[in-house]
């Protein structure tokens, strides 16, 4: 039997009809009060982001006199000229997607098999392998060993001097496997009775299953490359094998000279490039991260399990 909920009119109750709880006037004013709650919440979290897009086309005396709110004041677009102008940013641009690329391939590809071990209660040694894992969260060699063997490696002004230090967090390690833990174990059983091993069990019924987690691990992997620029600060001394978080940091820093250089060529004096600089630099960098998210955040409110054990 299947029950329905219907509105309760004020006839149905003075015939003593039941009220549901969708049709009391708490129930009501709750929604009410829920709405505008989150509408406010939704408001006060997009203000900040609104009001840096509008900075970053409003002209310097504008941004200096605290006048620019919601939008734009004495539209500008020099700075965004300036920077798009510069062939290093493209260069750099280029390499930030091809860091994060190789980088969250490579880290997801770690994870989930790390994990996929250690989530196992039988395997021997498993304490071991969970407890140098948890280990490395709380002590490392510091900056400068962790230089020293980059170096020694030769990765040092490459590519893999930025992917490969980041490419298992231990906390996404951790997250995975106990994910894993709590897939049905009658699903691995019946792979095994079927005749698959545990790298096509892993394979065809669990990665399947882990859609939902494995795009949350994708959308904080590739968040952590986009913005790193300290690894790229510490191990690459070529301009063009900086990522753009780096390229940026040295605009506003004052590091390149490319800034007025560009500013020059379009007319501009470095003055205007500088006040609105860092709403420009942050609106470049957030920009690809927020088309990508909505591609990625469908998976979160989808189930976790998206298969189902047969009797």
């Given at each position: 039997?299947?029950?329905?909920?219907?509105?309760?009119?004020?006839?149905?109750r003075?015939?003593?009809?039941?009220?549901?709880?969708?049709d009391?006037?708490?129930?009501?004013l709750?929604?009410?009060?829920?709405?505008?709650v989150?509408?406010?919440?939704?408001?006060?979290?997009?203000?900040?982001?609104?009001?840096?897009i509008?900075?970053?086309?409003?002209?310097?005396?504008?941004?200096?006199?605290?006048?620019?709110?919601?939008?734009?004041?004495?539209?500008n677009?020099?700075?965004?000229?300036?920077?798009?102008?510069?062939?290093?940013f493209w260069?750099?641009?280029?390499?930030?997607?091809?860091?994060?690329?190789v980088?969250?391939?490579?880290?997801?590809?770690?994870?989930?098999?790390?994990?996929?071990?250690?989530?196992?209660?039988?395997l021997?040694?498993?304490?071991?392998?969970?407890?140098?894992?948890?280990?490395?969260m709380?002590?490392n060699?510091?900056?400068?060993?962790?230089?020293?063997?980059?170096s020694?490696?030769?990765?040092?002004?490459?590519?893999?001097?930025v992917?490969?230090?980041?490419?298992?967090?231990?906390?996404?390690?951790?997250?995975?496997?106990?994910?894993?833990?709590?897939?049905?174990?009658?699903?691995?059983?019946a792979?095994?009775?079927?005749?698959?091993?545990?790298?096509g069990?892993?394979v065809?019924?669990?990665?399947?299953?882990?859609k939902?987690?494995?795009?949350?691990m994708?959308?904080?992997?590739?968040?952590?490359?986009?913005?790193?620029?300290?690894?790229?600060?510490?191990?690459?001394?070529?301009?063009?094998l900086?990522?753009?978080?780096?390229?940026?940091?040295?605009?506003?820093?004052?590091a390149?000279?490319?800034?007025a250089?560009?500013?020059?060529?379009?007319?501009?004096?470095?003055e205007?490039i500088?006040?609105n600089i860092?709403?420009?630099?942050?609106?470049?960098a957030?920009?690809?991260?927020l088309c990508?998210y909505?591609?990625?955040?469908?998976?979160?409110?989808?189930?976790?399990?998206?298969?189902?054990?047969?009797?």
């Amino acid at each position: 039997m299947s029950s329905t909920t219907t509105t309760t009119t004020a006839a149905d109750r003075r015939a003593g009809v039941p009220v549901g709880p969708r049709d009391t006037r708490g129930y009501r004013l709750f929604t009410v009060l829920n709405t505008a709650v989150l509408v406010l919440v939704c408001l006060v979290t997009l203000y900040p982001f609104v009001t840096l897009i509008a900075q970053s086309f409003s002209s310097a005396g504008a941004i200096k006199a605290g006048l620019v709110n919601a939008f734009p004041v004495g539209f500008n677009i020099e700075t965004y000229r300036a920077v798009t102008q510069d062939e290093r940013f493209w260069t750099s641009y280029g390499n930030t997607v091809l860091y994060t690329v190789v980088g969250t391939a490579i880290a997801m590809v770690l994870t989930t098999t790390f994990a996929y071990v250690i989530s196992k209660q039988h395997l021997r040694g498993r304490s071991v392998l969970i407890g140098i894992a948890v280990f490395t969260m709380f002590f490392n060699g510091g900056i400068i060993p962790n230089y020293v063997l980059i170096s020694s490696l030769g990765m040092k002004n490459t590519m893999w001097a930025v992917v490969l230090p980041g490419a298992l967090s231990v906390f996404n390690l951790l997250v995975m496997k106990s994910f894993f833990e709590n897939l049905p174990g009658e699903l691995e059983e019946a792979a095994q009775l079927d005749g698959l091993g545990w790298f096509g069990i892993y394979v065809r019924i669990v990665l399947p299953l882990s859609k939902a987690v494995i795009a949350t691990m994708v959308l904080f992997y590739s968040v952590a490359y986009w913005n790193d620029w300290f690894t790229a600060f510490l191990y690459l001394d070529k301009n063009e094998l900086f990522p753009m978080s780096l390229y940026l940091r040295n605009l506003i820093a004052g590091a390149s000279t490319t800034t007025a250089q560009s500013a020059a060529a379009i007319g501009t004096t470095g003055e205007a490039i500088s006040a609105n600089i860092q709403a420009v630099t942050m609106v470049l960098a957030i920009l690809p991260i927020l088309c990508v998210y909505p591609f990625v955040q469908r998976h979160f409110v989808s189930g976790v399990m998206l298969g189902s054990v047969k009797g």
